[in-house]
């Protein structure tokens, strides 16, 4: 990621944005995913366009100043928001340092006599890491959010795998999946080929299916992964 | 397919489910289908948020009691219900066991002077399979609705091969078509390659052209298998 | 093509069809193609649902009888029948025989102050192949409108090669092309790839480029090409 | 390209066009792209039938006059207009050449507070190019609009490679790209594979990534650049 | 097979052959196989110029007189010969049909204190299928010596599978494998790939991976088999 | 073909060759051929250094002056001379134009009670094209020798084809073919690829299959085919 | 390995064997590998046939008595012998339990004033493996041989990696190398295909060039390695 | 290249080497190349074991001392030395440094009635190098011996492109070639496939045909070739 390749988005100061994945056809469908670096003093007090999109942020590197419904967020390394849609919101760098985050898109679908789930604010610290079962420890994942609340319409988690780690079984959903990788690399088996895998890449999946995966070391693997959820498939009206 | 990987939806409850198709472009564009797990006690009384859809249901295992129309109907494995648009609908798992059904939904195209078919309940047990002509009975289609009926828009049928069965002719339509393996396994000509298809995987073709098959034993191989029909393409307005 | 894998379409009588096209993503996105085969009796008085559809009709073999705009037309084999959007037509096949023609249809692109053009019916025998010039007479095309009249947005039309004709220069256009073979056989260069296409295959292409072409012999090889032509292209509103 | 495969477009006398990039699902989804070829007299009036579009013009060769806002402008070779929706503009050939265009075209996305751009006409003779820092000048961009300016949605640049330049870091945004080779030849990396590009040819890519580029000689290698830039992501509303 | 294609062999008259398999670096090493078309009243005085060649013949139609060691021998279809190396044979063809055999030679690898086997001559009809353990009888080897003889050094086999039978488990030597398909047909799992085989194809193979078969029906499938075995792998003199 | 590539042989004098094939494993293991340019006044007393080779010439272009047997033969274009090992034989370039030829050289394989045969000169224009039966003239073959004549152990012939013509039907022996494309250019399926060949284009083939041809036209299609024949697969003494 | 697919030897008794490697062209060319079984009394007396072959003997499981130079050995899981050519030796399994190893065999390169090694009998478990530097012990070899010791011409190794072990820098000899994994399974990037292997497969390699590894879990992933060393590359005569 | 995958020779002090060819079946079959590294006082007073074979010697980096025929050679980085058969030969490196050398060795094909050349040593500065013709001196050869002098059977040549220098006609000879690029990196195009090449890389081919090569910057592109010439194809006697 370098200087000359930049974008720019309006109402956001001294910011460049990397974007990762959005919605074009045969490819993302649901969602959008930027990499953003703010400069010191940077950041945005307009940083959404569209009142119907809800986001998450996760925070890389630096430290951000979150504002929303007029409380005041420290935004560290690991930390991480839940924004619904229509949020009042800005974001702010007010720090001597770049700070770097994704910021993950979505366009709430609100469902009769489901409420909105209110904005929140955690760190990734504070989230423990469930095993999987039958992995002795080493396929792990941070959930932000519970899965059985069906208020959400899309989960940002955080998963990670020790030096050795295998998945046992493939995951065979047609859900949308957005996986950047936060560290270390992997092998992974999608379909027929092993496809390695490591930091900074991003894969974009309509089915998912790792039915295998070699994670390399010696330090651990990990992945920021988006998926749509807890909602019935869209029935398109073709006329 | 474990516990992990299950997703909800609204209003139904102690119910699980993997999304097996969803409209998404250049994948499925017409329909979506589940497979749905419903524990003792679960199931939904607003099992679907879209008026428009349609759905045919087919049970694999356990029993379920499907409400429509104010009229109760047992559904043991075999069981098949088709539910026009707008039906009126509750689905509950009444039994001590697991129920296990596929759920096909599809946005009915009405068409002006064409009745919407009602709703009906019945049992694969119940419908003779269908001969193709030339195969010697190695190859029967078990259809639940009559081909020549035009208020149905799309078809769910089960399809039989006896091990050593072989499809004698392509089909050549471009029409969407979903198959999911019930039993047995089989090698597949689909274009110029061979593919080896099992009991739980599932195919989605959009030109369905399977110019060989060769059914492999002991047991039969069997599929249920979605496609659309009866209705004129419908001409997008590009601007 | 044989019987049990047959379409209906309502207000069709003792008619069958196969669907070679239709507006998927990522496949034709601006046109349908049947191919229809109407039994003695058979045909339709409502052949059309949508009103904004233009067509053009093509006989394969048998003969049908065309009433549009209250005047009645004997369709031979080579019949060809233009058909604007809105039209009052009807077709029936009052022969002892099964007639087949070619269904192409188009959502019809309205520009203001360009008249839609009128009704047409013409015969593949009246209208001469124009040759390509610098190839001897071994390629050729009949053209049915004329290529500078505006009024039509798609051209359906027929081009024959002798054996051992060539495509001498390839075309390069982002335009949908259907192709479906009429007669004989050929081998064409697309992409890096030799294909082989004989009579009854279809191809779909968005950028036609046969850089080369090799039409076996002992007959000629000869095609229905569909084309949209004319029009701006359309530039989507993303939001 | 050769005579019989141009198009026309309504309101355009005396001129032929080939359409190098449209709106189609996994094709180009933002922007249609027109090489346009202009009889001496010829031109339009009502060269634009879409209120919405904004647009680029680049001239290839030969002379033409834009009138734009009540202005004339004569364009030479190099010549380079941006024409916001909305403009009132004309183009005619007044000389007795042939003149050839690029017309880029793309639906204006506005932004509540930031205005709409006002049409400028320059030469790519008077932009100069700008050395990517690292590549010792052997790889340079002209770049007609300020890229900090968010009032601009696309760019239309030129880029210059002098023989045997490297790209020195892959550029990895999901944005869309359509180049246009003006000259010369060079061999890129894109994905996995080496492929050959010359004067001519044109790539349309979402993931623009050559992680590598040799520039053949003995000339420069050059090429006309759209990319959409300075919006949020659009978010689908799937129902 | 057709006349045009055939070849001819010294002092064999009224003959013609195909070469299906002979000694080539890359492909069979160790043995060659034709299949040979004997008119009325042609054959062969002098049948084999190898003093040092061993040699299977397998009749497939017409009848051929083998005279071995001063013994004549009546060979009916299915009819089989063993000739160790070195063998006083003739081989005629004294009925009024056409006669087609196959011919496997091999120079037979002599042990010291190990005897050369004589000559013998049988019919597939004396000899019975043994079941694989494991495949219900549907997959069978007729063997025509012993396989713990190990004064072979190769052995020609018949194997039949019944519709839908299936190979249980994989055969992993580095053996030489020539197999040509005598009835029926079957798809094969060699390495990765699915590939179809029928009646009169020829495959040649190092390393026999048959991981799964699907045998079409309606008949058996059923081919001939040579494999070298019973000797120590030869290890070269580089120098 | 050019200058600064040309190969030299020893006792050959104003000569340059190129050599298109030759024995090496996996690849042509039993024939050479080379191109051979002769400048005036150049050629060969001591044309060949292995005394058991046999030789093909024919010459493309260019006239030669063959000795051989104390007899001199002029070699115009076309003209085809057979050498059996240890001719003794001379070739000289006495006009004022450059002479180019091709050598085919392939060890002789002697059989006990079979002669050697003579040397001998001819020109392709004395030799009748044959008829395949089923082509309508389309597809001719030129033989130099009768294929029933056993003591040649190689053959080069001259096979033509005109616009359109096709291959009925596949050749599937295992024998080395060399195929030297003379004149025009045509469209070969090999295995499951279709490849374009054209003058001045070799292919080398264990096994020729060329399952369907589509010779290009204007005019007529030639090659020259060496393939050996008429003798027993050699078996290799592993130890 | 089933019993079906076992082979014999000369005098080897009570003995089957899988050949996973022997000297073919286009494969092994300078050794060859079998894995062989003895079931209680079994073994040999005359084991190998080729005076000039050296071997390795490396023993799976069970226990052999392995008799050379007059001198008795027991051979336990883990027993390793080397036996220079022309050994009188023999190999007894004179336990109540199949005894399983490998048998690897080369045709010995002697060399003018270089001494043949002498037989050795020793155990893996007395020999340290050597960390490779740079992999924090993750990868380790156990080495048989000195590899300064030119007397060898090749060396049969042992190589161990723990999870997540990753090979740092490629081997790029062309050497011929025969691995036979013993225990776990990896990922390998082989050329640019990551290839998986896993206990009881068997690589050949002319050149290994594992530019990265992903051993997995839990447990160690180690293989048997044979290859060629020490030698001048033999330069063939061709003629 | 590192420490743990060198290989010995035998009558070599202080010395490791890299064997990049050798002649293995469907490999290079002529020659063999190794890179030697010779520490300090190491080198070989026997350095060949073949009496046959020919070779050339071209220093990388460092100085050693070649003594032949009785006379001490200084070789110092692009030092060059042909040792023709039987030559009485020692290297020494009697520096304090390593040196690093290329050994490129061939059994030599002597002809009846032509020279053994003699041994000689130069230095690659010595060699002016020859421009290609039509490539503006962007392509340069620097040959060892006369092209012309068919004494020598082989010639190991050192190719220099300028950066953007292009290849502007094939080479077409069944000749093999191995290839170390000594400088510099260059794609090219080899059968269809583009392939980057560059410093430390091999390529060994049969037929060198690279239609095209874009040599990258800013240094040349450079490389010491191997090829066989001046000698008839051998035949070889199959029996």
Redesign the interface.
Same mark, same amino acid.
């Given at each position: 990621?370098?200087?000359?390749?930049t974008?720019?988005?309006?109402?956001w100061d001294n910011t460049r944005l990397?974007?990762?994945?959005?919605?074009?056809?045969?490819?993302a469908?649901?969602?959008?995913q930027?990499i953003v670096e703010v400069s010191p003093g940077g950041g945005s007090d307009?940083p959404?366009?569209?009142p119907?999109?809800s986001a998450v942020l996760f925070v890389v590197s630096g430290n951000l100043v979150l504002t929303v419904g007029g409380e005041k967020h420290e935004l560290a390394p690991g930390g991480y928001a839940f924004l619904p849609p229509s949020s009042d919101w800005t974001l702010r760098n007010t720090s001597d340092e770049l700070a770097t985050f994704h910021f993950v898109?979505?366009?709430y679908?609100a469902?009769?006599?489901?409420d909105v789930p209110a904005a929140f604010v955690t760190n990734e610290a504070e989230v423990e890491g469930i095993e999987?079962?039958g992995t002795?420890g080493?396929w792990r994942t941070q959930r932000f959010v519970d899965?059985?609340d069906?208020r959400y319409d899309f989960h940002v988690n955080i998963v990670s795998f020790? /030096?050795?780690?295998?998945i046992p079984?493939p995951?065979?959903? @047609?859900?949308?999946h957005g996986i950047y990788i936060l560290e270390g690399k992997?092998?992974y088996?999608l379909n027929?080929?092993?496809?390695?895998v490591q930091e900074g890449d991003f894969l974009w999946l309509?089915a998912f299916c790792p039915q295998?995966c070699?994670?390399?070391? /010696?330090g651990p693997f990990r992945y920021l992964i988006y998926k749509d @959820?807890?909602?019935?498939?869209?029935?398109?009206?073709?006329?």
């Open positions: 990621m370098r200087d000359i390749v974008s720019q988005l309006p109402f990397w974007v990762i994945a959005r919605p074009l056809s045969g490819f469908e649901t969602f959008s930027y307009k959404e366009a569209d119907g999109a898109r979505k366009a679908e469902v009769d006599g489901i999987m079962p002795e080493r899965p059985l069906v020790e /030096p050795g780690g295998v079984f995951e065979t959903h @047609v859900m949308e992997a092998v088996l027929k080929d092993w496809v390695e309509r295998a070699y994670a390399g070391g /010696p @959820v807890n909602r019935h498939a869209k029935l398109p009206r073709l006329s």
